[in-house]
């Protein structure tokens, strides 16, 4: 059995999960907080994923997003079993200050619990790639893996993970202010698509510009192929912002042309949804 009989794992608001690995095992996720003009919000608790979809759409705007306190994550550390391990993986620090104040609640619980065993990792990675580790965390913890080798294999695979995103509007970058409006307005006239991808510091950064949606899924999903040629024991995770029928044509078209040997699909929740708006898609996969 390893080290440990049991390892608790868990996770933030910026990870997307699919319930066949929230259904696997009781992943623990800190919600973080949404702030709209008509009140605050923590997302998963007061506010589930249509009822947020409908706000936007009924305020048209979109939510300011802030992380979980160190209180926050220090109250969910110190509900588990003072026996049990955990295994926090965090979104990217270079988009949020959730890691810094998953850090800082550990902290504060090791102070007064000292024989705590706790284990905060910056994933350099959201939505669909916090799911990817996850799973890859469940499958390592199932085949006896004691937790200090788990904690270094995890270390090992974040710099494995590859996330892409595919952009169909521009909309939310606008509405959000990351993209100026007469910039956007040109992209938007010139049919211009965004790729953009996890950075090897967990930034967000614009790969390529495409015209046209056709061309951009094509673009793509042929990008996988120039980060891994062997993916016959590989899992991919895909997942979509409010749109399930195009997130099941494109897994369908990976599938088809890369022999996966298991894929999860999920919504995008708030966070990844407030960004990447109506039809964005991300994967993740381990690169060779």
Not at 10 to 34: C, E, F, H, R
Not at 49 to 59: C, D, G, I, M, T
Not at 193 to 221: C, N, P, Q, W, Y
């Amino acid at each position: 059995m390893g080290e440990y009989m049991y390892i608790q794992l868990m996770t933030d608001g910026g990870a997307d999960i699919p319930l066949s690995l929230l259904n696997k095992t009781q992943i623990i996720q800190v919600p973080l907080y949404l702030h709209f003009s008509d009140g605050q919000y923590q997302s998963g608790i007061d506010l589930d994923l249509p009822a947020f979809h409908k706000k936007v759409s009924e305020l048209n705007e979109l939510p300011r997003s802030a992380a979980p306190s160190p209180n926050d994550f220090y109250e969910a550390f110190k509900q588990i079993d003072k026996q049990t391990p955990i295994l926090m993986l965090s979104l990217t620090k270079g988009l949020s200050s959730t890691y810094e104040n998953a850090v800082l609640g550990q902290r504060m619980l090791l102070e007064e619990e000292p024989e705590r065993n706790i284990e905060v990792i910056n994933t350099k990675t959201a939505s669909s790639g916090i799911a990817l580790l996850l799973h890859e965390a469940i499958s390592k913890i199932n085949d006896g893996f004691a937790f200090s080798e788990l904690v270094e294999h995890m270390h090992q695979m974040v710099e494995h993970t590859t996330t892409l995103f595919v952009l169909k509007t521009l909309e939310n970058l606008i509405l959000g202010g990351r993209l100026d409006k007469v910039k956007g307005t040109i992209a938007k006239t010139l049919n211009i698509k965004l790729l953009m991808r996890a950075s090897e510091e967990g930034t967000i950064e614009v790969s390529e510009k495409v015209r046209g949606d056709k061309k951009s899924i094509r673009r793509f999903i042929e990008q996988i192929g120039e980060y891994t040629k062997n993916v016959e024991d590989k899992v991919i995770s895909l997942a979509h912002c409010n749109a399930e029928e195009r997130a099941n044509n494109v897994l369908a078209e990976i599938r088809r042309k890369y022999n996966f040997k298991d894929a999860y699909l999920m919504d995008t929740g708030p966070l990844i949804s407030t960004y990447g708006g109506e039809g964005a898609l991300v994967i993740s996969f381990f690169r060779d």
